[in-house]
Protein backbone atom coordinates (compact mmCIF):
# COMPACT_ATOMS: atom_id res chain seq x y z
CA UNK A 1 0.00 0.00 0.00
CA UNK A 2 0.80 3.50 -1.18
CA UNK A 3 -0.62 6.37 0.66
CA UNK A 4 0.08 10.01 -1.36
CA UNK A 5 -0.24 13.58 0.02
CA UNK A 6 -0.13 16.34 -2.59
CA UNK A 7 1.09 19.99 -1.08
CA UNK A 8 2.54 23.06 -2.77
CA UNK A 9 -0.95 24.24 -4.71
CA UNK A 10 -1.70 27.43 -4.85
CA UNK A 11 -2.68 31.05 -6.63
CA UNK A 12 -0.25 31.97 -9.29
CA UNK A 13 0.14 34.75 -12.05
CA UNK A 14 1.00 34.00 -15.34
CA UNK A 15 4.71 33.68 -16.02
CA UNK A 16 4.91 32.68 -12.37
CA UNK A 17 5.99 29.29 -11.10
CA UNK A 18 4.87 26.50 -8.08
CA UNK A 19 7.00 23.54 -6.65
CA UNK A 20 4.39 20.54 -5.87
CA UNK A 21 5.45 17.87 -3.37
CA UNK A 22 4.03 14.19 -3.41
CA UNK A 23 5.02 12.78 -0.01
CA UNK A 24 4.61 8.78 -0.03
CA UNK A 25 3.89 6.53 2.99
CA UNK A 26 5.61 3.07 2.52
CA UNK A 27 8.51 1.24 2.32
CA UNK A 28 8.39 0.47 -1.04
CA UNK A 29 8.30 3.49 -2.64
CA UNK A 30 11.11 3.70 -4.68
CA UNK A 31 9.69 0.41 -6.91
CA UNK A 32 6.87 2.79 -7.80
CA UNK A 33 6.62 4.51 -11.24
CA UNK A 34 5.39 7.97 -10.39
CA UNK A 35 2.75 10.53 -12.31
CA UNK A 36 1.57 13.78 -12.29
CA UNK A 37 -1.90 14.40 -13.69
CA UNK A 38 -4.45 17.02 -13.73
CA UNK A 39 -7.80 17.83 -14.29
CA UNK A 40 -9.95 21.18 -14.62
CA UNK A 41 -13.16 21.66 -14.49
CA UNK A 42 -15.67 20.32 -17.06
CA UNK A 43 -12.63 18.19 -18.56
CA UNK A 44 -11.16 14.50 -18.14
CA UNK A 45 -8.01 14.22 -16.41
CA UNK A 46 -4.87 14.28 -18.43
CA UNK A 47 -1.16 13.03 -18.17
CA UNK A 48 1.34 15.75 -16.97
CA UNK A 49 4.21 14.38 -16.59
CA UNK A 50 5.56 10.66 -15.14
CA UNK A 51 9.16 9.54 -13.97
CA UNK A 52 10.09 5.91 -13.55
CA UNK A 53 11.10 4.14 -10.19
CA UNK A 54 14.83 4.60 -11.31
CA UNK A 55 14.33 8.57 -11.46
CA UNK A 56 14.52 8.64 -15.09
CA UNK A 57 13.68 8.89 -17.74
CA UNK A 58 11.03 11.15 -17.54
CA UNK A 59 7.80 11.80 -19.89
CA UNK A 60 5.97 14.76 -20.28
CA UNK A 61 2.67 15.90 -22.40
CA UNK A 62 3.69 18.42 -24.76
CA UNK A 63 1.49 21.03 -23.07
CA UNK A 64 4.15 21.50 -20.83
CA UNK A 65 7.68 20.50 -22.36
CA UNK A 66 9.87 22.44 -21.62
CA UNK A 67 7.89 24.40 -18.65
CA UNK A 68 7.51 21.57 -16.08
CA UNK A 69 10.22 19.09 -14.76
CA UNK A 70 9.42 16.32 -12.46
CA UNK A 71 11.85 14.70 -10.44
CA UNK A 72 12.05 12.52 -7.40
CA UNK A 73 13.64 11.67 -3.90
CA UNK A 74 13.46 8.38 -3.15
CA UNK A 75 15.43 9.10 0.44
CA UNK A 76 13.15 11.28 1.16
CA UNK A 77 9.49 8.92 -0.25
CA UNK A 78 8.58 12.44 -2.21
CA UNK A 79 8.31 13.10 -6.03
CA UNK A 80 8.24 17.33 -7.00
CA UNK A 81 6.73 18.98 -10.47
CA UNK A 82 8.63 22.40 -10.51
CA UNK A 83 5.99 24.16 -12.92
CA UNK A 84 7.87 27.66 -14.54
CA UNK A 85 6.14 29.83 -16.75
CA UNK A 86 2.70 29.21 -15.94
CA UNK A 87 -0.38 29.98 -18.09
CA UNK A 88 -4.20 30.33 -16.89
CA UNK A 89 -4.56 27.09 -19.17
CA UNK A 90 -2.30 25.10 -16.17
CA UNK A 91 -5.29 25.92 -14.29
CA UNK A 92 -6.80 22.46 -12.81
CA UNK A 93 -6.23 20.13 -9.58
CA UNK A 94 -2.96 17.95 -9.42
CA UNK A 95 -2.98 14.74 -8.28
CA UNK A 96 0.07 12.37 -8.21
CA UNK A 97 -0.32 9.01 -8.44
CA UNK A 98 2.16 6.21 -7.97
CA UNK A 99 1.92 2.82 -10.52
CA UNK A 100 4.51 -0.27 -10.73
CA UNK A 101 4.24 0.47 -14.88
CA UNK A 102 3.73 4.07 -14.94
CA UNK A 103 3.59 5.90 -18.29
CA UNK A 104 0.97 9.23 -19.47
CA UNK A 105 -2.38 6.43 -19.13
CA UNK A 106 -3.94 7.33 -15.54
CA UNK A 107 -5.54 3.47 -15.84
CA UNK A 108 -1.56 2.40 -15.21
CA UNK A 109 -1.49 3.88 -11.60
CA UNK A 110 -2.71 1.80 -8.69
CA UNK A 111 -2.45 4.92 -6.16
CA UNK A 112 -4.01 8.59 -6.30
CA UNK A 113 -3.57 11.66 -4.01
CA UNK A 114 -6.46 13.74 -2.90
CA UNK A 115 -5.14 16.73 -4.87
CA UNK A 116 -3.93 20.31 -4.92
CA UNK A 117 -5.74 23.56 -6.67
CA UNK A 118 -3.31 25.38 -9.01
CA UNK A 119 -4.87 28.62 -10.09
CA UNK A 120 -3.00 30.67 -12.34
CA UNK A 121 -4.85 34.40 -12.94
CA UNK A 122 -3.54 35.79 -16.37
Known amino acids: QVQLVESGGGLVQAGGSLRLSCAAS????????MGWFRQAPGKEREFVAA????????SYADSVKGRFTISRDNAKNTVYLQMNSLKPEDTAVYYC???????????????WGQGTQVTVSS
Open 97 to 111: AAGKDGGSSWARYDY
Open 26 to 33: GRTFSMYS
Open 51 to 58: IRWSGGPT
